[in-house]
T-cell receptor
Framework: DVKVTQSSRYLVKRTGEKVFLECVQD?????MFWYRQDPGLGLRLIYF???????EKGDIPEGYSVSREKKERFSLILESASTNQTSMYLC??????????????FGSGTRLTVV | GDSVTQMEGPVTLSEEAFLTINCTYT??????LFWYVQYPGEGLQLLLK?????DKGSNKGFEATYRKETTSFHLEKGSVQVSDSAVYFC???????????FGTGTSLTVIP
């Protein structure tokens, strides 16, 4: 069964800590995405990547960075966690195609609480 | 830019009731349209999709028809079950890129 695996389901971190959220996919997908999900705001795109070592800013990149050293792994980094980054974080992946419309495969999410 | 608007929730229905969740979109060109479902405590799962005008996507008793003339992709189910309780997201993917645009989600609760 194909999978997108997020390393933690729940995390509690302190303000100012550096936080790493890991995402691994086993489908050989080119595209990987990080979203945050907040009540009333839906899903907002933080960063995405179409290839190894490639990254693009999404709609709300401030306070975040990403790393993609290997095709299967896409890490989200909170450089200095703040309470307004308390949220559900969702990783997704897909094949790259401008011709065929593949859907995303999502991980189960990481619920991060910053105290 | 591209965007999706879906009806606000929450929606509460009795078991076996008819469900409609409205979704309209704004996009240039010919996007593909999707419905995703998120069960409590889980990530999003693809429910159904349609890639061109007049296509009907269907899965698990849910249906949605891609209406270009009204720029809509409304989700319907004839008889909901308690197990359908979840959050439903409408999404589009433009034909010029690989990024998806999601609606804000509609929470559905089905009561016995």
């Amino acid at each position: 069964d194909v999978k997108v695996t997020q390393s933690s389901r729940y995390l509690v971190k302190r303000t100012g800590e550096k936080v790493f959220l890991e995402c691994v996919q086993d489908m050989d997908h080119e595209n990987m995405f990080w979203y945050r999900q907040d009540p009333g705001l839906g899903l907002r795109l933080i960063y995405f990547s179409y290839d190894v070592k490639m990254k693009e800013k999404g709609d709300i990149p401030e306070g975040y960075s990403v790393s993609r050293e290997k095709k299967e792994r896409f890490s989200l980094i909170l450089e200095s966690a703040s309470t307004n980054q308390t949220s559900m974080y969702l990783c997704a992946s897909s094949f790259f195609s401008l011709r065929y419309n593949y859907g995303y495969t999502f991980g189960s999410g990481t619920r991060l609480t910053v105290v | 830019g591209d965007s999706v608007t879906q009806m606000e929730g929450p929606v509460t229905l009795s078991e076996e009731a008819f469900l409609t969740i409205n979704c309209t979109y704004t996009a240039t060109g010919y996007p593909s349209l999707f419905w995703y479902v998120q069960y409590p405590g889980e990530g999003l799962q693809l429910l159904l999709k349609a890639t061109k005008a007049d296509d009907k996507g269907s899965n698990k008793g849910f249906e949605a028809t891609y209406r270009k003339e009204t720029t809509s992709f409304h989700l319907e189910k004839g008889s909901v079950q308690v197990s359908d309780s979840a959050v439903y997201f409408c999404a589009l993917k433009s034909n010029t890129g690989n990024q998806f645009y999601f609606g804000t989600g509609t929470s559905l609760t089905v009561i016995p």
